[in-house]
């Protein structure tokens, strides 16, 4: 995920770069600590905040849930999502080879489909 995160940083011309986070495991306040966590990271992004010092502050967080209709956005982030996102990376998935089959299913093929489902919607998708 950091991976697509510094790509996304590194080539993106944007004013926001709009991410979702799946599924929100704390309350809305505590992402806002994951993005101050992404500037102690360390070396990993070194270049990208020599080369543009500012640019976390392009990360806009929003809850959602890869399991829920609407993949759990309010009206708000899926409209801003709709009108103002290019680019999407889906990388939420369970891995789990114990996971139950029915939760697999629907976070790795429906889940994906909502997604797909939300794409089709997005006005500037590349």
Known sequence: VLVHVSTAYAN??????????YPPPVPPN?????????????????????????IFSKLIPMGG?????????????MQTICDEVSIVF????????DEALRISVEMNVLGTQRLVALCHMIKNLL
């Open 12 to 21: 993106c011309d944007k004013s926001e770069i709009l991410e979702i986070v």
């Open 30 to 54: 505590k992402l806002f600590e994951a993005i101050d966590w992404m500037d102690d990271v360390g070396p990993l992004f070194d270049r990208l905040r020599r080369s543009n010092p500012g």
């Open 65 to 77: 849930d890869i399991m829920e209709e609407g993949l759990g956005l309010n009206q708000l982030d």
């Open 90 to 97: 889906h990388c939420a998935a369970t891995v789990k080879f």
